[in-house]
């Protein structure tokens, strides 16, 4: 049976988004904290860069005035200009602190319904007006930035107000969701009928069901049901040359799937305005456990037969020693390997006992390991502190970046018999360019965040002193060297962070040409015109 459902309460205004960096004003570090962080980085400047006021920010003069009818749509204000520049990658934030803002939109949309976007469309591309669709702007991989060589005038399509959980379906355990929705958002509508959507990234707070499904997202959960796509039932999606609906079914062998054409589009075939997605009765259960190894490869090995067994963890996070060291949960060179399990239906404490046993056989001890009652939810104390690094991380990426401090990931993915390899060669071959471009030796840590059966997700973080001024440069030197090393490992340029426009050249690489082929057609097919997103997946202003 289907259900109405009410619309969330709105966020609190205290809760001032951040236009230059991740997440709220009242949480980023202070000027002080930033000087303290930095001093833990040899060569980081001694001063932070200042915070612009996005009020006197410069902003190139927009050239397009919206017709009256989507006049009440648009905005054209510094506030709203600036803060849809660009994504959160480290290049965007340096860019953003240095008011480096000619990027900039001319007009920002704000549709309240699909007719609105249909609308928005229709308009654009009668007049060649660009449109970049727009969730929440978490992207770290230049996915909302318009950089066309031919400066078409451009808008920024701010989904948020498509925000609603439209029906829930019970008896399938699925729901209809507008694709503005944020995370926290969609999961107060949910919990009231005891169910979730389970699907966490670290960006949860601050993205939208419409930007998991655009770039194919990774949530939390390290194994099963990693990925958007596996959570999809049907999608919903406005192209310029109409309204493309797929069936509503659990599953179906009729053709190529529809859904998997727009899922990881990242708008440049459509926009996503809604999604009925597969849902989960909420957990009850919970239990977590830390497991410490003295060799990283024996982690490795204990996280390939865990991902093998069957046993299906919630959390299955391998931190290798500096990432244990940074995040604050081991010491002495020691990996640590966070467990988790849950389940809505049955105690879990067998399970993980299960798993910590298959950690001890190859070498693993047990750090702490909670166990409460039915019903109840609570970490060992190491995958306590991980977590809240874990969340933290951004804001400090944000702190380094005002210090002058490269702090750059990258994530991929690749079969076990090729892991370790990967691991050596980012280390010494992406260290030595480190090394080369920044003057200093810098660190590089890594962590698996998902596991398979068949190959892990590794996710590497660089940390190394730049030169005050030549970031943005010295950045993209090190992410073009983390790219060739992936390629040269069979890795995917990618597991979650989408391609965007950063990624491009991994990508076109990776991406066989027939299918390259067939994308591009498709492009041309749906959006003749070349305004939605150029630059994303494909070279020029159309595909």
């Known amino acids: 049976m289907a259900e109405t ?20 004003d009242d949480k980023a570090l202070s000027d002080g904290e930033c000087v303290a962080l930095g001093a833990l980085v040899p060569g980081a400047a001694d001063t932070p860069l200042p915070v612009p006021d996005v009020r006197s920010v410069d902003l190139p003069k927009t050239r397009i005035t919206p017709p009256p009818s989507l006049a009440h749509l648009m905005s054209d204000t510094p506030p709203a200009r600036a803060s849809h520049t660009y994504g959160k990658a480290y290049r965007d934030v340096v860019r953003a602190l240095r008011g480096e803002l000619g990027a900039a939109p001319d007009q920002v949309a704000f549709p309240r319904s699909e007719q609105d976007v249909v609308d928005v469309l229709d308009w654009a591309e009668g007049a060649d007006v660009v449109v970049v669709p727009y969730g929440a702007g978490s992207s770290v991989v230049g996915g909302v930035e318009y950089r066309g060589e031919r400066r078409r005038a451009a808008v920024s399509l701010d989904l948020a107000g498509l925000d609603r959980v439209l029906d829930i379906d019970t008896a399938s355990r699925a729901a209809r969701i507008e694709a503005g929705v944020l995370g926290p958002d969609l999961e107060a509508q949910l919990r009231p009928h005891g169910l979730t959507l389970r699907h966490f990234p670290q960006s949860f707070e601050f993205s939208t069901l419409g930007g998991w499904l655009a770039t194919r997202a990774g949530g939390h959960y ?39 054409l727009f899922l990881g589009s990242e708008g440049t075939l459509g926009v996503i305005t809604e999604a009925w997605m597969r849902l989960q009765d909420r957990p009850r259960h919970k239990a977590s456990a830390s497991v410490l190894f003295d060799d990283f490869k024996a982690a490795a090995d ?60 190859h070498g693993g001890s047990p750090a702490g390991t909670t166990r409460p009652p039915a019903g109840d939810s609570a970490d060992d104390s190491a995958a306590g502190a991980w977590r809240s690094a874990f969340l933290r991380m951004p804001y400090l990426r944000d702190g380094l970046a005002r210090m002058s401090v490269i702090s750059e990931t990258f994530e991929t993915a690749c079969t076990w018999d090729r892991a370790d390899a990967l691991y050596e060669a980012v280390h010494r071959d992406l260290g030595a360019v480190v090394r080369e471009v920044t003057g200093a030796q810098g660190m590089i840590n890594c962590r698996f965040t998902h596991v398979y059966p068949d190959g892990p997700a590794p996710y590497f973080t660089v940390i190394a002193p730049a030169r005050r001024g030549s970031e943005v440069a010295m950045w993209d030197e090190i992410k073009s060297a983390a790219m060739d090393v992936l390629g040269a490992h069979g890795a995917t340029v990618t597991h979650h962070h989408a391609v965007g426009r950063d990624h491009r050249p991994g990508y076109d690489r990776q991406r066989p040409e027939p299918f390259a082929r067939a994308l591009r057609a498709a492009k041309n097919a749906l959006d003749p015109a070349g305004i939605l997103n150029p630059g994303v997946l494909f070279d020029g202003e159309r595909g």
Do not use: K, M, Y
Not at 5 to 24: D, E, I, N
Not at 310 to 317: D, K, S, V
């Open 5 to 24: 459902v009410p619309p969330a309460a709105p966020l609190a205004p205290s809760r001032r988004r951040s236009w230059w960096g991740w997440g709220t």
């Open 302 to 361: 204990a996280v390939r037969a865990i991902a093998q067994s069957g046993l299906h963890p919630a959390n299955c996070r391998l931190l290798d020693p500096g990432e244990a060291a940074l995040s604050g949960v081991a010491g002495g060179g020691r990996s640590v390997l966070v467990l988790g399990v849950e389940s809505a239906h049955f105690p879990v404490a067998d399970r993980l006992a299960e798993l910590v046993a298959l950690a001890q056989d």
């Open 222 to 260: 390290a194994t099963l049901l990693t990925h958007i796509d596996d959570l999809t039932e049907s999608l919903r999606v406005v192209t310029p040359v109409g309204v493309n609906e797929s069936l509503r079914v659990p599953g179906s062998g009729a053709g190529p799937s529809p859904d998997r």
